[in-house]
């Protein structure tokens, strides 16, 4: 699989202080996250190294998700993957939707060009059964 967009789909069990680069340190509630990402080259491999993060609790810090995915008290769930697709669209179309809102303006977005609030977003109701 080339590039493309994917929602990480991430549950907090109970709120949590992340340091976000130079966004500073942010207090994040307990429930459902989702992370818009791209990955241009390799789609597949990026998110294989999210989910080693997430899954393993210890990793080297790249990304601002790293902060939440390292984190103790977040839950992983299966990523939604959008091969060809653009993470911009994606955080724009979830916002359209309804039901989700930014909890750390920037978070994820230090590159954008298109202007999002955030690539980190928090859903109203659970992520587990997130659909596009």
Do not use: I
């Not at 993470?87 to 060009?113: I, K, N, T, Y």
């Amino acid at each position: 699989m080339s590039g493309g967009a994917y929602l990480l789909r991430l549950e907090l069990a109970v709120p949590v202080t992340v340091a976000v680069g130079r966004l500073g340190r942010h207090r994040l509630p307990a429930g459902g996250y989702v992370y818009a990402g791209s990955a241009r080259g390799g789609l597949a491999a990026r998110v294989a190294r999210h989910r080693r993060l997430a899954l393993a609790g210890a990793g080297r810090r790249h990304w601002h998700v790293d902060a939440l995915l390292l984190h103790p008290a977040c839950r992983w769930h299966e990523p939604l993957l959008v091969p060809e697709g653009d993470e911009c669209a994606l955080v724009q179309a979830l916002l359209a939707r309804g039901g989700f809102a930014v909890p750390v303006a920037g978070f994820g977005a230090s590159d954008c060009r298109r202007g999002c609030p955030a690539h980190l977003l928090q859903a109203a109701g659970g992520v587990g059964d997130l659909r596009l």
